[in-house]
C-alpha cells in the first residue's frame, strides 16, 4: 500500500506539542503555527526560545499539572500527553473528555544528541547515558502510530514542507504527509535505538568501547530498487548509509544514462575505490570487479589510452573510472572507440557532457572527491555476517624490505609502489605486472598463484605489451619459487609481495637466481 493511497481526511492542526533539542528553524516554524491560530504547549528550553521570540506558549507542566523533574528525565511522560497524541478521532473523544484530556494534533520533536554526544571522546560515560531520550522516542511513537490523526516533524528539513502545506490547505495536513510524516519519524526512532544499543554493547566491563558490538544494528537508505540483482531472476536493491562517507560512491549523482544495475554499481565501486587513491591523472577500467587495465599519465586521456591498451578486448563493455575531471577530448575517444558501461569522474568538462549525451545509454555518475573510507566492510555467509575492519591500509617506501641482493632502482621502486595499489583490487590471487605507471598484465581471481601470474602473461602478449622490464605484484605471498621463475621468464625485473612463506628463502634464493629486486611490504591484501 502506498502512502498516496491512505485513506483519510486533511486534519486542521489546532494544538501543536514542541519539544527539540535542535533548535534550528523553530522560531520561524512557531510563527507560521502562530498565525494559523494554532495553541503552542512546549518543554522547557523549547517554551523558553519561543518566550523569547515573543510567542504565546503554554509549558507542558501547566497541562499535566506536574512540574518538570529529575534534571529532565521526566517533562512529558503523562497520559494527559500521551491521551492528547494516541487517542483517536471519532473512537477515544468520550474517553478524552471525561479525563479532561486535550488532543494534540502536530508534534514537532527533535531527539537529544546521544550519536554526537557518544561519538565525543571527550564526554563522560554519564553524559552518555544522560543523553538517551525517554520521553522523546515515547512521544515520537505515540504520534506515529496516530497518523490517522496526528502530524509528527523530527527533523528541522521537514519544517519548510510543513509551512507550505499548512499555508496551502487552510491550516490543515493530508493523510498523505502524516503517513510519511510517521515513517519518517519510525525511522528516526529506529535509528536512535540502533545507536544506543550498538554503543553500550560494545562496552567492555570498564566502560571501554570495542571495536564490534555484542549486538549489530545497522540503518540502510534505500537510493533506488534495481531491475534486478546479480542476475535477471534475482531482485535488487541499492541501499546507502545513514550517513554516507564523502568521497564514496554512495555520494554518486548519475549526470546521465540508462537505469544503474546491480553489477554496474558493484563494478563502479571497485573501479572508483582503486582510482582515487593515485595523484597523478589516473584511469581505471573494470570488469567483473576486477580491473583490466590501470595507467596514470599526463592528463585523463593518456591515462585512458594505457589503461586501455593493458586488455582492450576485456575494456569493452567495462566500467571507467577517472580521478580527474573528464574532458571532452577524452569523452570523445572513449566513445568512439568501446562500449562502455559506466563512466565516472569526480567532474565532466560541459562539452564532455555534451559529447556523453549523444550515447544516452552510457551512464555518467559524478563522485566527488572527498576524504572519508568505509570504516567496516561486511559478507553475508549464510545465516551469518563477516564483519571487518576496511582494507584501507597503505604502505609507504620506507616500509618495505628489499630481500634480495639487488635493491629496486627508483623508476621501478615507483613501479613496484604502482603495481601494488593495483592488486589491493584485484581478486585474488591477484598478479599485476606494470612498468612506467601503466598496467602491463593483469592476473585475477586464480585458484593458484602461478596461474594468476601465467594469465598476466598471456594477457600482455595478448595486447602486444612487452613484459621484460616491467615490475611484479602479488598480493600474498609465494608459496613455492615457481611463481618467481615464470615471472622471471617472462623477462620481470623486480617483485613486490608481502614474504612470511615458510619457504621465504627459496622464493628470495630463486630471485637472486634470475637477478630479480624483490621487496616485501609486510602486509597481505587478499580480496575474495
Ligand atoms: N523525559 C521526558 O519526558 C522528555 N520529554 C521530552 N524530552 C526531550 O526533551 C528535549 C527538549 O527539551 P527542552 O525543551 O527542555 O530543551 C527533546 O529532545 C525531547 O525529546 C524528554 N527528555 C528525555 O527523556
Given at each position: 500500500m502506498t502512502s498516496d493511497r491512505l485513506p483519510g481526511p486533511n486534519v486542521a492542526i489546532r494544538r501543536a506539542l514542541l519539544s527539540v533539542s535542535d533548535k534550528t528553524g523553530l522560531v520561524e516554524l512557531a510563527h507560521a503555527l502562530d498565525k494559523h491560530g494554532v495553541e503552542l504547549l512546549s518543554t522547557g528550553g523549547?517554551?523558553?526560545?519561543?518566550?523569547?521570540?515573543?510567542?504565546?506558549?503554554?509549558?507542558?507542566?501547566?497541562?499535566?499539572?506536574?512540574?518538570?523533574m529529575m534534571d529532565g528525565r521526566v517533562k512529558t511522560l503523562h497520559p494527559l500527553v500521551h491521551g492528547g497524541l494516541l487517542g483517536r478521532a471519532g473512537i477515544d473523544d468520550?474517553?478524552?473528555?471525561?479525563?479532561?484530556?486535550?488532543?494534540?494534533?502536530?508534534?514537532?520533536?527533535n531527539l537529544y544528541p546521544f550519536e554526537q554526544v557518544s561519538a565525543n571522546p571527550a564526554s563522560s560515560f554519564e553524559d552518555i547515558i544522560e543523553n538517551i531520550d525517554i520521553g522523546g522516542p515515547a512521544m515520537l511513537r505515540s504520534a506515529a502510530k496516530n497518523f490517522a490523526r496526528v502530524a509528527v516533524a523530527t527533523d528541522p528539513a521537514q519544517y519548510a514542507g510543513l509551512v507550505d502545506e499548512l499555508a496551502a490547505n487552510d491550516g490543515a495536513l493530508s493523510a498523505k504527509t502524516r503517513f510519511s510524516l510517521s515513517v519518517a519519524a519510525f525511522n528516526r526512532v529506529a535509528q536512535y535505538d540502533a545507536a544506543i544499543s550498538n554503543h553500550l554493547s560494545a562496552l567492555d566491563d570498564a566502560h571501554a568501547q570495542q571495536l564490534f558490538p555484542a549486538q549489530s544494528n545497522s540503518n540502510f537508505v534505500k537510493v533506488m530498487d534495481l531491475r534486478y540483482g546479480e542476475n535477471p531472476h534475482q531482485h535488487g536493491a541499492f541501499y546507502r548509509d545513514l550517513w554516507p562517507v564523502p568521497g564514496t560512491l554512495a555520494t554518486f549523482t548519475q549526470l546521465q544514462g540508462k537505469e544503474l544495475s546491480f553489477n554496474n554499481l558493484a563494478d563502479a565501486d571497485a573501479a572508483w575505490e582503486c582510482v582515487r587513491q593515485f595523484e597523478q591523472p589516473a584511469c581505471v577500467i573494470v570488469k567483473h570487479a576486477n580491473p583490466c587495465g590501470v595507467a596514470q599519465g599526463a592528463a585523463c586521456g593518456d591515462a585512458y589510452e594505457l589503461a586501455?591498451?593493458?586488455?582492450?578486448?576485456?575494456?569493452?563493455?567495462?566500467?571507467?573510472a577517472f580521478n580527474t575531471t573528464l574532458d571532452a577530448a577524452t569523452a570523445k575517444v572513449i566513445l568512439d572507440r568501446q562500449f562502455v558501461e559506466v563512466l565516472i569522474a569526480p567532474d565532466f568538462?560541459?562539452?564532455?557532457?555534451?559529447?556523453?549525451?549523444?550515447?544516452?545509454?552510457?551512464?555518467?555518475?559524478?563522485?566527488?572527491?572527498?576524504?572519508?573510507?568505509n570504516n567496516f566492510d561486511v559478507k553475508r555467509v549464510g545465516s551469518g555476517l563477516l564483519m571487518q575492519t576496511s582494507d584501507i591500509r597503505e604502505v609507504s617506501r620506507d616500509e618495505l624490505k628489499v630481500v634480495t641482493k639487488r635493491a629496486p632502482t627508483p623508476a621501478e621502486l615507483d613501479d613496484l609502489l604502482f603495481a601494488w595499489r593495483i592488486a589491493k583490487y584485484v581478486k585474488s590471487n591477484a598478479i599485476v605486472y606494470a612498468r612506467d605507471q601503466r598496467s602491463i598484465g593483469i592476473g585475477a581471481g586464480q585458484m593458484s598463484r602461478v596461474v594468476s601470474a601465467k594469465i598476466a602473461a598471456l594477457k600482455a602478449e595478448e595486447a602486444g605489451l612487452t613484459v621484460p622490464g616491467s615490475v611484479m605484484a602479488s598480493d600474498a605471498f609465494f608459496p613455492f619459487r615457481d611463481g618467481i621463475d615464470a615471472a622471471a621468464a617472462a623477462g620481470i625485473k623486480a617483485v613486490i609481495q608481502p614474504g612470511g612463506s615458510m619457504r621465504d628463502a627459496e622464493v628470495i634464493a630463486a630471485a637472486d637466481e634470475h637477478g630479480l629486486a624483490m621487496v616485501f611490504t609486510g602486509i597481505r591484501h587478499f580480496r575474495h
Open positions: 523549547t517554551a523558553q526560545a519561543l518566550r523569547d521570540a515573543g510567542l504565546p506558549v503554554r509549558d507542558v507542566a501547566e497541562v499535566t499539572g506536574f512540574p518538570e468520550a474517553v478524552m473528555a471525561q479525563h479532561g484530556i486535550g488532543a494534540i494534533d502536530l508534534l514537532v520533536l586501455y591498451a593493458t586488455d582492450p578486448t576485456s575494456a569493452f563493455g567495462g566500467i571507467i568538462d560541459d562539452a564532455a557532457l555534451a559529447y556523453c549525451a549523444k550515447k544516452t545509454n552510457v551512464r555518467v555518475l559524478k563522485i566527488p572527491h572527498g576524504e572519508g573510507k
